[in-house]
């Protein structure tokens, strides 16, 4: 079997029917499974899955103080660009096209460190990253962490019944693993850690990591324009938090194939480039899932990536010591092919790349 299948460690009702198919638990099912993940006092393995959504929650306390007490159309434009933009931003540069694809390389280990803690962390690296990697190796089959066809709770959910690494990973396994990890900052476990604590991070570490990074940015935050701006920054940072968790079901068509002739070129899956999220957050899925080792996912003219204009600033500036961009690629392959068989009046319509 594939170390990408049997990576994640596997929900009460599996990934899997008896003939290799998909499993489709009841609405009952994943909340069962979801908050036995989370009971850590069971089994303490579950620490890393109830740290990450008490993050989520606490981010309420403050979303409400910011409705009831402080909002203004002033700060409520800024909490939603903050949270919208820029953490959506940053999720895509950090967490998605370099710690799950590299398609960069920072030019030194500080410009890392800066760049992990550029926004309010809300995801732990391994839930996210390990799980990335199974996705698009099987996405939407039957191993999928975030699988559209299981529906709107199954990819909510899902970084707590379907992200979590397995736990009974054997040393060379588990060491693989943490290499998709640890070139993100992040101290690895070693294997008898990991067997003591079920994950590649550990406890102590991971919990300050939040404690120090939470703190310097409230503290920013309140330096420049008090509680208020504060307050509001950290209510909205959690709709980003709630609302990230329901990307992959809408990016993959939510179960329905949307996908557009001239815009969605990758006929593998169900993913599809979509207006909002391409420019707040530069994720065009579709594009992204073609070419998921790009720097760059924004290829088309009206197709702004502001996540690959960040990147290549960085480079600029000596931040990035080198990047990938797929768009020469993209468009050989697939855009002016396509365009070089519309009819003249189609062609001017299509635009050119």
Known sequence: MCLLQSVLERPHYGFTDANGGFTRPTHS??????????????????????????????????????????????????????????????????LHRYGTHRAFRFSHPFWLQIARNLVIKVIPEEIYLVSHHVHHKYSEGPWDPYNVNGGWLYCFLADANHQPISRSLREEDYLRVARMVEHTGVKTNTYQQYRRWGTIAHPLRTILHYILNWGLHYAFFYWIGGTPLAVAIFGMAGVWAFGVRTFNYDGHGRGVDKRRDGIDFNRKDRSINQIWPGYVAGEWHNNHHLHPNSARSGYLPYQFDGAWEVIRLWHKLGIVASYRNDKAEFLRRYYLPYRNHLKPEQQELAGEA
């Open 29 to 94: 099912q994943i909340l069962k499974e979801f908050f036995s993940r989370l009971n850590f006092l069971r089994d303490k393995r579950n620490w890393l899955v109830a740290v990450s959504w008490l993050a989520a929650f606490l981010f309420v306390p403050f979303f409400v103080i910011f409705f009831l007490k402080y909002l203004s159309w002033k700060l409520f434009f800024i909490g939603f660009v903050y949270s919208m933009v820029l953490m959506g931003t940053h999720g895509t540069i950090y």
